[in-house]
């Protein structure tokens, strides 16, 4: 299915031209129609004679309402660009122009209108006059075709040559990217509850998905699904949808969200992006206000210009666009930037990166990593888009802006070069969640890891190890790529990873000589009667450190709060347990203080042991097998 969308200036026909294609009046509201004007986002369809299936987004032409039609042009994949034949090009005309170049759509047809209005001398002239016009902008190859809405003069004309530009459209990579819809509307239906719209960049939704509204990262589920005014169950790219969404209440969208996937985008207030300014622009300087339009969103930003202190008309700049409030992009997004006061168009920009750090002015190394961003080969994009991070492979490549398969041809010839690292697999056994990094940053992984632990020795010399979730917090990582990470080295002879814990294979828990002697005098109250370990009042004063020694070498058994025994005596009370248990018979309390020599306090205790271990249990006065 193909989206195309109207442009032009006010009041050259481009809604009666949709309603002669489609049938439909695409101005939805009563005002729209008494005025005469289109005041918002219009939609119909219609199939081609070559049964291609079309979408047809209306948008205003007047210069007040631009920034309606700058939400209806996203996701545009050509566009009528409508001029009325009695009046040529006009200023909306030119701007509307100006505004489909900065947004890459350079797949269309120049419309012109009202044909029926002049005779041929004239049609033949300004059909001349706008193939000048146009000679530098993205329309500079399209074919004119004139079209009469009113008498349907040309229609068969335009709907053959529409047929010819959807044959020359390239192909969508639909399965490959992650699921993207900018809301252009949002109203509710009784009984329904709330509705969206937009044109599906990426991917497929399908009825029952569970959906994220970013940027506020609601979470909701798609009830119903619509395009053309039939119920679909999945909708894919290029397709006009309204969601039926569950779980969202209609006051908390508005138009420049964003419907995705829960976890597939990061809001952001910063964009690195390359700057073009209009033919007309006035200078632009280094933070300079200025509305950003990307997607169906209008945003307040400053400009920072990174190598320069102006801009002038018909120049590119490397800049840095700070945003007042959060946003969804990826690399190679376009969008436009206007001067809020007088309001105009002045410049269009490509997002570079998306999640990008705060950059400082007049730094090489900026620039030279933006320029790589620009015309960087494949493998040298994902290096940059990786910067200091490791990333799930599905998040580098959409954070890259490569398609699938240029991205894993990147990936191919980054791994062979030794500059990219498949941390936990191998090209072969590569999926979505695999974590991607730089060879330079996994090294310094590597070195940060091995420095937390030395130091965690150092500081802790008695402790064995450092419990993986404490290593995992200090390394600053999510439990999926920490992971990830520590089954990648857990084959490193350096490291040694049991359980929960993580320590450098080298690293031996060793008391001083002095805590040895500590050792050896607060072992020896326990050896004089092991049955009858010593009461806290009795225990001499110890370092918590060499306590957690002791129970971690198990040169003591903890069995209860304050109650403790030498191994050896731990193990023959154990044993006669199991032994009685064996034989069938039951324990009482009696029994284990006379067979283990020891108080009443203690055999209790013991019990209890054996009662939480599951090896006995409680019945009446006595313990039976568990």
Known sequence: MITLGTAGHVDHGKSSLVQALTGINPDRWAEEQRRQMTLDLGFAWFNTPAGHSVNLVDVPGHERLIKQMLAGATGFDGVLFVVAADEGMQPQSHEHLQILSHLGIDQGLIV???????????????SSEIQAQVANTSLANAPIVPVSARTGAGMAQLHTAIDRLISQLPARTIQQHTPRLPIDRVFSIDGFGTVVTGTLRDGNLSV?????????????????LQSQQISQQSVQAGMRVA??????ERQQLKRGDVVTLPHSFAPTNLLDVLVATT?????????MPLQLYLGSAEISCSLALLDRDTLPAEAQAFAQLRLNQASIAQRGDRGILRRASPAATIAGIKVLDAHPQRHRRMRPAVIAHLQQLVSGLPHEILIQAIAQQCLPWQQLQQRSGLDAQTALEGL????????????????????????????GYWQQVQTKLRQILAEYHQTWPLRQAMPREELRKRMGLEASSFSQISQALATQPWLQI???????ADHQAQPSPSQQGQIQALLGLWQ??????????????????????LLQTKQLIQIAPEVYFLPTHYQRMYSWVLAQLANGQSISLAQARDAWQTSRKYAQAMLEHCDQLRITRRVGDERVSY
């Open 498 to 504: 049991e359980a929960n814990q993580i320590k450098l």
């Open 528 to 549: 004089i009667n092991p049955a009858l370990p010593p009461s806290r009042e009795h225990w001499p004063s110890i370092d918590q450190e060499l306590w957690r020694y």
């Open 243 to 248: 969601i039926n969404l569950s779980g969202i």
């Open 412 to 439: 191919t010839t980054g791994c062979n070069n030794g500059m990219i690292v498949i941390v936990s697999a191998t090209l072969a056994t590569l999926t979505v969640s695999s974590l991607i990094t730089s060879s």
């Open 279 to 287: 033919a007309d622009a006035p200078t632009l300087s280094h933070n």
């Open 208 to 224: 029952g998905m569970e959906i994220e509204i970013q940027p506020q990262q609601l979470r909701g589920r798609i009830r119903g």
């Open 112 to 126: 012109l209108s009202k044909s029926d209005l002049v005779d041929a001398e004239w049609l033949a002239f300004i």
